[in-house]
Nanobody, 115 residues
Framework: QVQLVESGGGLVQAGGSLRLSCVAS????????MGWYRQIPGKQRELVAL???????NYASSVRGRFAISRDNAKNTVYLQMTSLKPEDTAVYYCNLRQYRTEYWGQGTQVTVSS
C-alpha cells in the first residue's frame, strides 16, 4: 500500500510562485514515476508534469517553461515549483505515483491564482 500526502497549495496573485510537495510512504519501488495532475470542476484531470525515478521529466505544453518538477528519491518526495502563475492555473493539484502497473493518488491540494 502507498500513501501520498501533498502540501504547499494556497492563494497567490497572478505572476507569483508556489511550491508543491508530495511525500510518498509505504511500499515504494525504486523504479517508479511520480507526477502532478490538476483538475477543475467539470473537466477531466490533466497531466501537469511527470518525472521518473531516473530523472526524466515531461511537461504539459501549457506549463512548460513556467513549472519545474523535481524529486528526492531518498525522501520519496516530488516537488512542483510553479512560477509565473496565471489564473488559468487555478485547480486542485493531485500527486500521482505509478509502479508495478498501479496508480496511487493523493487527496489533492487547492491552488488558486487571482488576477
Amino acid at each position: 500500500q502507498v500513501q501520498l500526502v501533498e502540501s504547499g497549495g494556497g492563494l497567490v496573485q497572478a505572476g507569483g510562485s508556489l511550491r508543491l510537495s508530495c511525500v510518498a510512504s509505504g511500499s515504494i519501488s525504486s523504479n517508479n514515476a511520480m507526477g502532478w495532475y490538476r483538475q477543475i470542476p467539470g473537466k477531466q484531470r490533466e497531466l501537469v508534469a511527470l518525472i521518473t525515478s531516473g530523472g526524466f521529466a515531461n511537461y504539459a505544453s501549457s506549463v512548460r517553461g513556467r513549472f519545474a518538477i523535481s524529486r528526492d528519491n531518498a525522501k520519496n518526495t516530488v516537488y512542483l515549483q510553479m512560477t509565473s502563475l496565471k489564473p488559468e492555473d487555478t485547480a486542485v493539484y493531485y500527486c500521482n505515483l505509478r509502479q508495478y502497473r498501479t496508480e496511487y493518488w493523493g487527496q489533492g491540494t487547492q491552488v488558486t491564482v487571482s488576477s
